[in-house]
Every structure is written in C-alpha cells, then in structure tokens.
C-alpha cells in the first residue's frame, strides 16, 4: 500500500458533502511530530483550519478534488 501525500495546492471535500466546501491546502507542518496541513476555504480564504495529514489523506473523511503544483513552474 502506498502511503499519500498531502501537498500545498491541493484542495479536498470532506467525504459525503457533494458540492460542499473545499479546502486548499496553503501550508504543511509538524505539531508534537505529527504531519499537519493549513487549509483555507476554497469559498471565503478568511475561513481557515488546521488539520492532521493523516486525515486528509483518508479516504473515508476527505477525497481530494484538484492538485496544483506548489510553485507554479515546470521541471
């Protein structure tokens, strides 16, 4: 099984809200050593989260719906 990664630029829904929020990931950090992801609202960027990587990459809690590339430019 390969494990996910959660990127700055990616966006998820929260599993079962279709047409629901999404929320674009702006940062990644370590809180206590635990992988966490800074998320803003794809709907109003004044509404912001904090939440642990593990859980955005689960499948059963979030689904990711578009993937940017953190700087814009290609290799």
């Known amino acids: 099984m390969s494990k996910k990664h959660v990127q700055i630029g990616q966006v ?3 599993v079962g ?3 629901g929020r999404g929320w674009r990931v702006t940062a990644t950090v370590n809180l206590l050593g635990i992988p966490h992801a800074r ?3 794809t709907e109003d960027e004044g509404v912001s989260k904090t939440l642990s990587c593990s ?4 499948t059963s809690h979030y689904r990711l719906i578009a993937s940017t590339p ?3 430019m290609a290799a």
């Not at 859980?55 to 689960?58: E, G, H, K």
Request: glycine share 12%.
């Open 12 to 14: 998820f829904q929260p």
């Open 17 to 19: 809200s279709a047409g």
């Open 39 to 41: 998320v803003v609202s």
């Open 55 to 58: 859980v955005l990459a689960d």
């Open 70 to 72: 953190a700087d814009g």
